[in-house]
């Protein structure tokens, strides 16, 4: 994970070494990444220490800030959401955090919530999409992804009243299940950050990883055949 300055491409800090996919299997380190409006940090998945129901170590990713740590160094500086991990008997069910983006104001997260029910990822993963106040700590599910409906990038509209989010239909090889999502199935839909019904962008239906400039177009990324 690296900072680099975007008036020269000039390599600042090296954040941090990532675990690597031999290690990450569920793929869900630094997945997303986005700078605050209101300070010099950015947050992206990491993983941190989690105590499972039964007591045992181990890690999961969640939602991570990263900062300057000193001259030409950047490195954690806070934690900003705590994955779980549940232990059951003949099952490990892992929760990761994913997409991060922040309210133009600054006060708000979203992030989705990605559970994986199966460490040998034989079974689809399930998605809500979460929106937590940074202040108070409180979190509200604004969105609930059936099984194998794989999220693909939020971010806020204007004035912070309308979140748009994208999914598509996970990928699936050889029985399992990867953490990603097939680029043609992927939609975009908007809900309010308070909750509410899920809608569409007129004309925009197919597309992932959206982006909103204020304060009314959004740009993101679609498939097309021919």
């Known amino acids: 994970l690296s900072v680099i300055r975007a008036s020269d491409g000039f390599d600042l800090a090296l954040a941090e070494i990532g675990q690597g996919n031999a290690i990450d299997f569920y793929q869900s380190e630094f997945v997303g990444i986005d700078w605050s409006p ?7 998945p990491g993983y941190v220490p989690v105590t499972t ?6 890690v999961a990713a969640g939602i991570v800030l990263f900062g300057e740590t000193g001259p030409g160094a950047f490195g954690r500086v ?15 069910i892992a929760e990761t955090h994913a997409f991060p983006s922040f309210s133009r104001n600054g006060q708000r997260l979203a992030f989705f919530r990605i ?19 940074l202040t108070s700590g409180s979190g509200l599910i604004v969105a609930t992804f059936p099984p194998s409906n794989y999220p693909l990038g939020v971010d806020w509209g204007a004035n912070d009243a309308v979140l748009y989010f994208a999914a598509g239909t996970q990928v699936s090889q050889g029985g399992q299940f990867i953490p990603a999502a097939i680029a043609s199935t992927a939609r975009i839909f908007t809900v309010s950050p308070e909750g509410g019904s899920i809608g569409q962008i007129p004309g925009a ?8 400039i204020p ?4 740009i993101f990324q679609s498939n097309f055949d021919g």
């Not at 129901?53 to 181990?58: A, D, K, V, W, Y």
């Not at 806070?78 to 008997?89: E, M, N, R, Y």
Request: proline share 17%; glycine share 6%; no cysteine.
């Open 38 to 44: 209101i300070s010099p940090v950015f947050a992206t």
């Open 53 to 58: 129901n039964t007591g045992r170590s181990t």
């Open 78 to 92: 806070g934690q900003l959401t705590q994955p779980v991990v549940t232990d059951l008997p003949g099952q490990i």
């Open 205 to 212: 239906p197919v597309g992932y990883f959206p982006s909103a």
């Open 215 to 218: 304060p009314s177009p959004v």
């Open 115 to 133: 559970t994986f029910p199966s460490p040998l990822m034989d079974q689809p993963a399930q998605a809500d999409l979460i929106v937590v106040d």
